[in-house]
């Protein structure tokens, strides 16, 4: 692990021209400013051929938002890890709560898309987080220890994956868990990481935290133990904004 991973997944937005422009954006802040932090943009797949001819040869990586768990086949409308390396992309989001939601995907896809990420060559940034029932019940500390059981295939390397920790009711809603709330998921995580792979592999796996972070909330959160970066939804949309969070 080396500096913050500072994540944008754009989700289903965007168009040829936004792109453009905001990884052009990107790239003159990433020439100019010493960056001590890993940005990666997860731009919807239809995009990923203008941002990766953008980003090509430089610093600003690029990742697909969902891969199938086959190398390929009879999938109509997915795209295999193998596909996302292929093209150049250096991550693949699994497991994102929307997916889990919108596709009815479980743990134990979660795990093979994970796995099929990680034989392609790829660093699969592995989304898990509770609702806000499970919260409110005070299960929240059960949900994450049964999704990262079951989420993290069984022979991963702790060098190449990455952990999204997102409580699904402050995606998207402008609340954020605050920092001692983030702290205990964090630190529990990185308790459940020491235990299946030791502490010294597991330290390289970075576990970022997302849910409505911004410009104004980043410094707090970053700032968190055993937070390692940042997985931005609406914040990633703007230049200025995705740049504050990472670079402050
Ligand atoms: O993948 C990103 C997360 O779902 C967070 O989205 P958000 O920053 O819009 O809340």
Redesign the pocket.
Known sequence: MTGKLIAG?WKMNGSVSFATELVEGLLERLNQDAVSADFVVCPPAALLGTVLSLAKDTDLAVGGQDCHANVSGAHTGDTSAELLKDIGCGYVITG?SERRTDHGETNADVNAKSAAALTAGLTPIICIGETEAERVTGDTLNVIKTQVTESLPDDCDPDNIVLAY?PVW???TGKTATPADVADVHNFIRGLLNDRFGEDAAKKIRILY????KPENAAELLAVSNVDGA?????SLKVEDFWAIGVR
Not at 210 to 213: F, K, Q
Not at 231 to 235: D, E, K, R, S
């Open positions: 997944n994102h997102e402050a995606i998207g997302g849910g409505s972070v997985l931005v939804g609406g914040a």
